[in-house]
């Protein structure tokens, strides 16, 4: 089966994709006000930089792959949306896929989301949006392995929470080479020093809530800068609403350059995700595992920066 779609770069640049494999559909319309059908592609074959407004068809799209990190299947190959209880045409805004040189891209998902950064204040705000780049963990919280789990939401607001059930989390400032030395080769920071990563598995789940509260929110979206994805379709998110049903799931590109940075990002019209599965990699970090760019049987990704709409109670 063969397609080509039509998508503009952040230089508005047209692009042809030609599409030779169609895995899990992402329906992307030519223009906003184009007519013709929409067209399912695998979002993995677009270029680093490539800005997709979508919609879905009118049917629902097929069951994806589940989202499970243990599963020799590939993960979240591609992108999948759903129609949970609603038209998701009046739901979905813009997917930002990136790798190399993202900043340009990330800074383009930063103006979807709107302005300004809320940082740490606590409170729902009328705009805006949070961003998490882990430089301001303090020393004590640094390279341990019990990182807090409402760390941003108590001691710096910011209206996300890892769920409990996460066996470990590590914020680090030494690429994690206290776990094992040959990281040093594999993970460059995007941004300041400080990256993440769960600790005994390649999973972690968050949740989001009206900054410095208890009470249970939404956010309109959330991109995530990965490091060091070597293997198409192992590190991605899911993003799923209030009811639990899954309303997207994207994969991060594949690295391109020596710094190895990937970007994905999704934004919706409204505050409609309330909880976040994310997958980094099929291997888990420790003193005997390697990267599978070094001989290993693995592909081990960690993260950077977390960039969401504002936690808007849901």
């Keep these: 089966m063969d397609s080509t779609v039509s998508a503009v770069n952040r230089n508005a640049v047209s692009l042809r994709i030609g599409i030779h494999a169609l895995c899990v559909p992402l329906f992307v319309f030519l223009s906003p006000w184009a007519t013709a059908p929409a067209t ?14 979508f919609s879905p068809a009118s049917a629902p799209a097929a069951s994806g792959p589940i989202l499970d990190p243990g ?25 930002v896929l990136s790798s190399g040189a993202i900043e340009t891209d990330v800074d383009m998902f930063r103006a979807l989301l709107g302005g300004p950064n809320n940082g740490a204040a606590p409170g729902q705000h009328a705009t805006g949006r949070r961003e998490i780049n882990w430089d301001a963990v303090p020393t ?54 400080k990256i993440f990563s769960p600790l005994g598995n390649t999973e972690v789940d968050v949740r989001f809530f009206v900054a410095g509260t208890g009470v249970e929110a939404g956010v309109h979206g959330i991109g995530i800068v990965f490091l060091d994805v070597d293997v198409d379709g192992r590190s ?15 994969h991060a590109p594949v690295r391109s350059d020596a710094r190895g940075a990937s970007f994905a990002g999704i934004v919706f019209r409204e505050p409609v995700i309330s909880r976040v599965r ?4 099929n ?11 070094q001989g290993g049987q693995h592909d081990l990704a960690v993260m950077d920066d977390f960039l969401y709409g504002e936690p808007t109670a849901n």
């Design 140 to 193: 004590a919280l640094t390279n341990v392995t019990n990182f807090p789990n409402r760390f941003f939401n108590s001691t710096s607001p910011r209206g996300l929470v890892y769920e409990a059930g996460t066996r470990g989390l590590e914020v680090s400032d030494r690429s994690f080479t206290d776990i094992n030395p040959t990281y040093a080769a594999e993970f460059t920071p995007f941004s300041g020093q």
């Design 236 to 250: 991605a998110f899911q993003v799923e609403a209030k009811d639990g049903s899954v309303l997207a799931r994207i």
């Design 283 to 293: 291997g888990i970090l420790s003193p005997n595992e390697i990267d599978i760019s």
């Design 40 to 53: 399912p592609i695998r979002a993995g074959a677009a270029p680093p930089g490539v800005l997709l407004p």
């Design 278 to 281: 994310i997958v980094s990699g």
């Design 71 to 95: 599963d020799d299947a590939t993960c979240c190959d591609g992108v999948w949306v759903t129609e949970p209880t609603e038209t998701l045409s009046t739901m979905v805004s813009r997917v």
